[in-house]
Structure formats: structure tokens, C-alpha cells
């Protein structure tokens, strides 16, 4: 089974925090539309792709396939937007956040969770 073929559940949503200044954000997915939520007192809430399912994803001892459907579960890019529209920062997850998916993942899968 690889990144292409895993189940994606339902979206869900996620809240974060950004810096001052910054008025929309933009996530662009592989394959997807790009999804737009509006900031407002430095916070966005939308609703985002499901991260890979940790019952129904790769076993653990496929490590390059759990990396591979965790990445193509996350934004391609995330844009920040100013109040004008241009965009003051693009960037990708970083990948401390990339291992700690994978870290959970881990967890997860090791304690059958959703089984």
C-alpha cells in the first residue's frame, strides 16, 4: 500500500497561531484546491485532509510508506497573506513537525489504537 492509496478520513479541523500582520492563510495540497481561512487576533481555524489513518496506515516496520503517506497527507505549501493579498512568507511543514507525526504514528500503531 503506498501514500496514494490510504484512506484519507473526513476533514477536520485545526486551529493555529500566526504572527502580527498576517490577515489569510493558504494551504495547497497535492491534487486538492487550496483551502483559504481568514485570520483574525493572529488565530485561523479550518478545515484541513485528515492525517493518515493510524489503524488503517502502513505497518511499522515500513518506514519509507509511513513517511510517504504522512507527507502526503500535509500541505505542499503554506502561505501567509498580508491585508493587501501578497504574500509575506511561503513556506512547507517543517520537519520537526514531519517526525513528530511520525512519532505518533508510531505510538499509535504500537498501542492499536482505532483497532
Not at 34 to 54: G, Q
Not at 70 to 93: E, K, N, Y
Amino acid at each position: 500500500m503506498d501514500a496514494r492509496s490510504l484512506p484519507i478520513s473526513s476533514p477536520s479541523k485545526r486551529a493555529s497561531i500566526v504572527p502580527d500582520g498576517i490577515a489569510t492563510l493558504v494551504l495547497h495540497y497535492q491534487g486538492r484546491s487550496a483551502i483559504t481561512a481568514p485570520v483574525h487576533d493572529n488565530v485561523y481555524w479550518v478545515s484541513v485532509p485528515d492525517y493518515v489513518p493510524f489503524a488503517q496506515g502502513p505497518p511499522l516496520s515500513q518506514a519509507a510508506a509511513i513517511r510517504r503517506a504522512i507527507l502526503h497527507s500535509l500541505p505542499t505549501s503554506i502561505q501567509w497573506l498580508a491585508p493587501d493579498g501578497h504574500a509575506l512568507r511561503t513556506f512547507t511543514p517543517p520537519p520537526a513537525y514531519v517526525h513528530y507525526l511520525i512519532a505518533v504514528y508510531d505510538s499509535c500503531q504500537r498501542a492499536n489504537c482505532g483497532a
